[in-house]
Every structure is written in C-alpha cells, then in structure tokens.
C-alpha cells in the first residue's frame, strides 16, 4: 500500500472539514455573536427564557430524561454491558482461568 493510500482518509476528512465548513448565521441573518453584550438587561433574559421554554429542542430531551428516570431505565441501560459483553471482547470463559 503506498503512502497516498494510506492518508487518504487524512485527506478525505480534510477536505469534509473544509467542504462543510462555513459562516455561522442566525435565523435572522445576523452573524454569530454578533449581538453579543456582558449585560443583556432583564427583558433579554426573559426573552430568551421564553423562547428556550417554547423551543422543542430544549424540552424534549429533558422529557426524554424525565421519562428515562421514572422507569427506572438508568440502571437497566448500565447494567446492559456487563450482561451482554461486546463480541470483539473475549468473554471470560474464553480466555481461561488467570495466570498466578
């Protein structure tokens, strides 16, 4: 395999990075930060509140979280791995008793 073989997949996310990279607006057209203050005044802070509160980006992970702790799921979900163990990993059977 020749050494251009072997960066090609430098390469290619190079040029993903580069393809995909880009100027960051805002809905409104307004650059990124660019309405930036260190003191927004209380009605910003509300505004924002409001918006955040009535954004399906904020609420539903924190639903999905609300959910996944009432069912108990966190424990279930942790306890997965040891139960099931990935399959590029030798069980413990597999790999013999432990040299002393």
């Known amino acids: 395999m020749g050494p251009m073989t072997r960066l090609m997949p430098a390469w290619t996310f190079c ?25 927004p005044g209380f009605s910003q802070l509300v505004h924002a509140a409001l918006q955040a509160a009535a ?19 966190d424990k279930h979900v942790s306890d997965w791995p040891r139960r099931k163990p990935p399959s590029s990993a030798p069980s413990p059977a597999q790999t013999g008793p432990a040299p002393s």
Not at 20 to 25: H, I, K, R, S
């Open 55 to 73: 954004d399906p980006v904020t609420w539903l992970p924190a639903a999905g979280a609300v959910v996944f702790d009432a069912a108990k799921l």
């Open 15 to 39: 040029g993903l990075i580069l393809l995909l990279a880009g100027c960051g607006t805002l809905p409104n057209g307004r650059g990124w930060g660019e309405d930036v203050t260190l003191r």
